[in-house]
């Protein structure tokens, strides 16, 4: 049996490394997407079992269209991967004189890193829910938010807040998703060392603290694996509830992150009727 990949933000950094180390088994076909035509086709090459397919993440009906072209041809998916995203900082800070500051240029981010993923999560269901039945239970959709999701981040706080919101899109959507088959989790990586980190970004963080592609595949392996698994504080998670999670990734370690816990009995009533 080949299961069936599907990789936004495919042709470098942690997208490329999921893509690589699925491609190795020779179980998996790898559908990667991303935008920059030299750097996919040269990605695909590289691999035997992978095709690149142009797509501007931001614009719905090239998604729509490169998701429906990828079904016609694979009849089922069984791993989305929601991984496009860009890192670059803001002018959010920028102070000027006199008169009405001119537009703060924020609209690439947020539409890449959060209306992006959230196309893409849109689409997965769609084509899981046409997918063989017996792939229910079996379907993942990762979605990769960031250490910057879990606590502010003062160098870039408009992408920080595009990452909180995955987190919490993951965490809403999660029950739905999983009553359908599907376990959704966001992946929370600390700073990896990828193409995304420019210069200037990687001069705030001190060396020890950077990760590679490798520590963060590895944690998405164990997702997708159907296996139990138990991370690197001790908890436990079965399989069956192995959904709905923001997982953080620390270097080869790895967390499940809690929600904040409920301070009276109001509020969790209150959160269980968001949730019923």
């Known amino acids: 049996m080949v299961l069936v990949a599907l990789i936004t933000g495919g042709t470098s950094g942690i997208g490329l490394d999921v893509a690589q180390q699925l491609d190795l088994t020779g179980l998996w076909k790898v559908h990667i997407i991303g935008s920059n035509l030299e750097r996919g086709k040269a990605a695909a090459a590289s691999l035997k079992n992978t095709t690149f397919h142009q797509a501007d993440v931001t614009k719905y009906e090239q998604q729509g269209n490169t998701f429906q072209k990828i079904f016609n041809e694979e009849k089922r998916l069984d791993f989305v991967f929601a991984n496009a995203g860009v890192a670059e900082d803001t002018v959010f800070f920028s102070k000027h004189e006199t008169g009405i500051p001119p537009r703060p240029d924020v609209a690439g981010l947020t539409d890449i890193n959060l209306t992006g993923a959230i196309y893409t999560s849109y689409l997965a269901m769609h084509y899981f829910r046409r997918s063989p039945e017996v792939t229910m ?82 944690v998405i392996l164990k997702l997708i694996s159907q296996d139990d698994v138990t991370d690197s504080k001790g908890t436990f998670v079965s399989r069956d509830q192995l959904h709905s999670q923001a997982i953080l990734v620390s270097g080869e370690k790895y967390y499940c992150v809690d929600m904040p816990e409920y301070f009276d009995e109001e509020t969790q009533l209150t959160h269980q009727h968001m949730m019923g």
Request: proline share 6%.
């Open 137 to 218: 239970g079996k379907r993942n959709l990762i979605i990769t938010s960031s250490i910057g999701g879990l606590y502010p981040c003062m160098h870039t706080p408009v992408y920080s807040a595009t990452k909180h919101a995955l987190v919490g899109f993951t965490r809403s959507v999660g029950k739905q998703l999983w009553n359908e088959g599907v376990k959704v989790n966001a992946i929370c990586p600390g700073v990896v060392i990828t193409p995304m980190i420019t210069p200037e970004l990687k001069a705030y963080f001190s060396e020890n603290v950077l990760i590679t592609t490798s520590d963060v595949t590895n």
